[in-house]
């Protein structure tokens, strides 16, 4: 069974960085479209980034575009999220996931996507 551990979140301050990690077991990563997606308390499931190496095509909502960056290291079947100059309205759970279905999955959209990390909690505070 696909399974997802997102880890790396916690505490900072407004203008500070954290890096995210998801670890994959049970399937390869290159063969899917995966992402980072983010759920703030009242808000709907926002897709932050997604990226597929077989499409060789990565997505930035606007939101994060210039200041959030995707990465993957396939040795270590793990994907990262490199997230600067955090803001306080990035505040949120944050959740990493993947799809076999790379065309769909590019979009980025949170519906499109079979397989959730638990999630782990981003909180930008002075």
């Known amino acids: 069974q696909v399974q997802l551990v997102e880890s790396g979140g916690g505490l900072v301050q407004p203008g500070g960085s954290l890096r995210l990690s998801c670890a994959a077991s049970?399937?390869?990563?290159?063969?899917?479209?995966i992402g980072w997606f983010r759920q703030a308390p009242g808000k709907e499931r926002e897709g932050l980034s997604c990226i597929s190496s077989r499409a060789g095509s990565t997505y930035y909502a606007n939101s994060v575009k210039g200041r959030f960056t995707i990465s993957r290291d396939n040795a270590r079947n793990t994907l990262y999220l490199q997230m600067n100059s955090l803001k306080p309205e990035d505040t949120a759970v944050y959740y990493c996931a993947a799809t076999r279905d790379v065309t769909r999955g590019l979009g980025c959209g949170a519906s499109d996507y079979d397989y959730w990390g638990q999630g782990t909690q981003v909180t930008v505070s002075s």
């Open positions: 049970r399937f390869t990563l290159d063969f899917y479209a």
